[in-house]
């Protein structure tokens, strides 16, 4: 299964995103630093892909995923969980 987990930057996106990688999922992490600024520890998550989002931004948000048909399904989900028709 496919994850858009936002927040990576944070204890617990952080930790999310491991416990995904380690149970066989593909995750994207996001947040609003141009990188990926969480501990630096050599963890999954210090390698797994990063979008830097601000997820406030509605507007962008929406833009950004019905234009990258490379995270398709990780719009769908945003899409739904910002109750936006794609």
Excluded: W
């Amino acid at each position: 299964m496919k994850f858009l987990v936002t927040g990576v930057g944070g204890q617990l996106g952080h930790d999310v995103m491991n416990e995904l990688i380690k149970r066989g999922h593909e995750g994207i992490g996001s947040d609003i630093a141009p990188e990926y600024s969480g501990v630096k520890d050599n963890s999954a998550v210090t390698a797994a892909p990063y979008i830097s989002l601000d997820i406030t931004d509605k507007p962008y948000c929406f833009d950004y995923f019905k234009n990258d048909i490379q995270h398709n399904t990780y719009r769908e989900c945003f899409c739904q969980c910002m109750k936006i028709k794609s």
